[in-house]
């Protein structure tokens, strides 16, 4: 049975910082891509962050520059490296695993979401 399971949300003043860290149970997650995704009240669920099982690095435009997302396979963690946050980062984020790869596809295993609130 896969499980993931987030920490690292909090309350932040914009122009901070926060790590998320997303650990891995029932999988070998460095077989996986491992994904961010994030939900703001009353808008969809969208991609924010993937690294691929050999590394490679995709970011959402509007997060680049800013976010870093980063993996531990010896700790089956992903994690996410967000500075200089925004109110409009304010959102839920997601952990996903996707044995296939690709970007945005919604695909995988699921946490169950860490709230980060961006506000002064």
């Known amino acids: 049975q896969v499980q993931l399971v987030e920490s690292g949300g909090g309350l932040v003043q914009p122009g901070g910082s926060l790590r998320l860290s997303c650990t891995a149970s029932?999988?070998?997650?460095?077989?996986?891509?491992l994904n961010w995704y994030r939900q703001a009240p009353g808008k969809q669920r969208e991609p924010v962050a993937s690294?691929?099982?050999?590394?490679?690095?995709n970011v959402a435009g509007a997060v680049k520059g800013r976010f870093t997302i980063s993996r531990d396979n010896a700790k089956n963690t992903v994690y996410l490296q967000m500075n200089s946050l925004k109110p409009e980062d304010t959102a839920v984020y997601y952990c996903?695993?996707?044995?296939?790869?690709?970007?945005?596809?919604?695909?995988?295993?699921w946490g169950q979401g860490t709230q980060v609130t961006v506000s002064s």
């Open positions: 996903n695993a996707n044995p296939l790869g690709g970007w945005g596809t919604n695909f995988g295993s």
């Open positions: 029932g999988i070998d997650a460095a077989l996986y891509t």
């Open positions: 690294i691929t099982s050999d590394g490679h690095t």
